[in-house]
C-alpha cells in the first residue's frame, strides 16, 4: 500500500472532535444520562477526547467505557485463528442511558453491529448513537452513524489509517492506495 494523502491533521481531527462534541450536545440537549463507550483499539482515545470537550463545553463529567467486540465479529475465523480479546471496561452501568458508541472508521458496519450486540448485553440503554471519525463508505449493513467527523468517498482497494497519539505517537488520518 501506498500513501495518497493526509486527510486530516492534528488540528483538523481536534477540530472535527469539537464539532462532534458540539453535534452531541444539541442533540441530546444534555448530558443527563450520557455515557461513550469506545470500541477498541483507536475509539477508547476518540471517546475520552470527545467526553473531554464534552466537559470543556458543558461542565459536566461524562462516562466513558471501552468496549471490547472481538468475541461479537461475524468475520472472526477469517481475522484471526487465536483472536486477542483485550477486555470490555463499563464500570457504569447502561440501563436507560444514552448510549454514544465510538469509532475511528466506518466501512461495511459489521463492527458497529458488533458493538451493538456487545453494548446489549450489558444492559438495556434507552438509547445508543454511534459516532464515527471518518465515515469512508461501502456498507453492507443497514448502518449510518449519527455523529461523523469527516466523509470520505473511497474505492474498496483503499485503506484509511486513524492514527492517534495515544497508540501511534502521532494524531492524523492518512488515505493510502494500490
Do not use: W
Not at 464539532?19 to 476518540?46: F, K, M, N, W, Y
Not at 471518518?134 to 470520505?152: A, Q, S, T, Y
Not at 485503506?159 to 492506495?177: A, P, Q, Y
Request: hydrophobic share 40%; glycine share 8%; with cysteine.
Amino acid at each position: 500500500m501506498e500513501f495518497r494523502a493526509e486527510l486530516m491533521d492534528k488540528a483538523a481531527l481536534e477540530r472535527a472532535l469539537v464539532r462532534i462534541a458540539h453535534q452531541v450536545l444539541e442533540a441530546d440537549r444534555s448530558t443527563e444520562g450520557l455515557c461513550l463507550l469506545g470500541i477498541h483499539t483507536r475509539g477508547v482515545p476518540l471517546a475520552r477526547r470527545l467526553a473531554a470537550n464534552i466537559q470543556a463545553l458543558e461542565g459536566t463529567r461524562v462516562p466513558v467505557g471501552e468496549l471490547d467486540i472481538t468475541l461479537y465479529r461475524d468475520d472472526l475465523t477469517r481475522v484471526s485463528d487465536a483472536p486477542v480479546v483485550t477486555g470490555t471496561k463499563v464500570p457504569f452501568g447502561l440501563e436507560g442511558k444514552t448510549v454514544l458508541l465510538c469509532d475511528d472508521v466506518i466501512f461495511t458496519g459489521r463492527t458497529a453491529r458488533a458493538a451493538m450486540d456487545a453494548t446489549m448485553r450489558l444492559g438495556r440503554p434507552a438509547r445508543i448513537q454511534l459516532f464515527c471519525l471518518v465515515d469512508r463508505g461501502h456498507r453492507e449493513l443497514p448502518i449510518r452513524p449519527d455523529f461523523v467527523g469527516k466523509n470520505v468517498p473511497t474505492a474498496r482497494s483503499e485503506v484509511i489509517s486513524v492514527r492517534l497519539e495515544e497508540t501511534d505517537g502521532e494524531t492524523c488520518v492518512k488515505l493510502f492506495g494500490r
